[in-house]
Antibody, heavy 119, light 111 residues
């Protein structure tokens, strides 16, 4: 059974940093792109970024470029999102999702972890 | 930047049929697939349609998807509406730079 479990969310002050993790199980992690998607309270889904199977390609939405960094450790079946210079508008539930590169379907999602940026 | 536009909300009665549209911002979808996700409050999204019109196992055949290249729009149709279909629905595609794009979401009310 495919499982994705996010962790690391919490309350952080504006300008602060936070690192989210996503641990995968039930599939060959190194064989899939992975994505981060966020959802602000009461709002829609927003793609944050994605990373290729071997980590050689990483893409971000413009609003987080230079502030967020996606990485992966295939040996530990782990995906990370390092967030810095956080703003109030980064407040959201953050989901990791397995991504099929041939049709860009996000076919499995974690349960999400809440990040709140507030003083 | 490529964008997807959906109606903010739709409503229909149980047993009826509803269609949710998803319109691309520029040109055609360029042969890129469109997916549809259902999201109930407090839960992660789940796939109801992938690759424009394919249904994952376990999704009822009341759900169908289509793509109209001439109008640059995709549609999700749900027939025989049930109260359990009440949820938010998102279309999703991608651009030539491997950027995933979501529509703004449509709140379906079954009343």
């Amino acid at each position: 059974e495919v499982q994705l479990v996010e962790s690391g969310g919490g309350l952080v002050q504006p300008g602060g940093s936070l690192r989210l993790s996503c641990v995968a199980s039930g599939f060959t992690f190194s064989g899939f792109w992975m994505s981060w998607v966020r959802q602000a309270p009461g709002k829609g889904l927003e793609w944050v970024g994605n990373i290729k199977e071997d980590g050689s390609e990483i893409y971000y939405v413009d609003s987080v470029k230079g502030r967020f960094a996606i990485s992966r450790d295939n040996g530990k079946n782990s995906l990370s999102l390092q967030m810095s210079s956080l703003r109030a508008e980064d407040t959201a539930v953050y989901y990791c999702a397995r991504t099929r590169s041939f049709d860009w379907l996000l076919d499995y999602w974690g349960q999400g972890t809440l990040v709140t940026v507030s003083s | 930047n490529f964008m997807l536009t959906q109606p903010h909300s739709v409503s229909e009665s149980p047993g009826k049929t509803v269609t949710i549209s998803c319109t691309g911002s520029s040109g055609t979808f360029g042969g890129n697939y469109v997916q549809w996700y259902q999201q109930r409050p407090g839960s992660a999204p789940t796939t109801v349609i992938f690759e424009d019109s394919q249904r994952p196992s376990g999704v009822p055949d009341r759900f169908s998807g289509s793509l109209d290249s001439s109008s640059n729009s995709a549609s999700l149709t749900i027939s025989g509406l049930k109260t359990e279909d009440e949820a938010d629905y998102y279309c999703q595609s991608y651009d030539s730079s491997n950027h995933v794009v979501f529509g703004g979401g449509t709140k379906l009310t079954v009343l």
